[in-house]
Nanobody
Framework: QVQLVESGGGLVQAGGSLRLSCTAS????????MGWFRQAPGKEREAVSC????????YYADSVKGRFTISRDTAKNTLYLQMNSLKSEDTATYYC?????????????????????WGQGTLVTVSQ
């Protein structure tokens, strides 16, 4: 059974930075793409960024390009999201997801209708 545990959320001022982590178990981490998704209050969940199983390709939503960086550490079965220059509109619960398709692409994972099993989420609040 896949388990994903996110951490690193919190309260930060606009312009600040946070790094989210997601530790995965119950899957061959180096065979699956991973992604970050977020859901703001009253809004649908949206894709933020995905990274391929090899780490070789990434996808970013336009709203976070140039500010967020996704990475993965296969030795630690951990996914990261470095978030810089945070804005109030980044306030949301952030979830990581494992691509249910082995060796899939980052773009397909982020744009697919079934991004995979979710973690419990970590709340990011950006104050003005």
């Amino acid at each position: 059974q896949v388990q994903l545990v996110e951490s690193g959320g919190g309260l930060v001022q606009a312009g600040g930075s946070l790094r989210l982590s997601c530790t995965a178990s119950g899957l061959n981490f180096d065979e699956h793409g991973m992604g970050w998704f977020r859901q703001a209050p009253g809004k649908e969940r949206e894709a933020v960024s995905c990274i391929s199983w090899s780490g070789g390709t990434t996808y970013y939503a336009d709203s976070v390009k140039g500010r967020f960086t996704i990475s993965r550490d296969t030795a630690k079965n951990t996914l990261y999201l470095q978030m810089n220059s945070l804005k109030s509109e980044d306030t949301a619960t952030y979830y990581c997801a494992a691509d249910p398709i082995r060796f899939g692409s980052a773009y397909d994972h982020c744009s697919g209708s079934s991004p995979g099993p979710w973690g419990q989420g970590t709340l990011v609040t950006v104050s003005q």
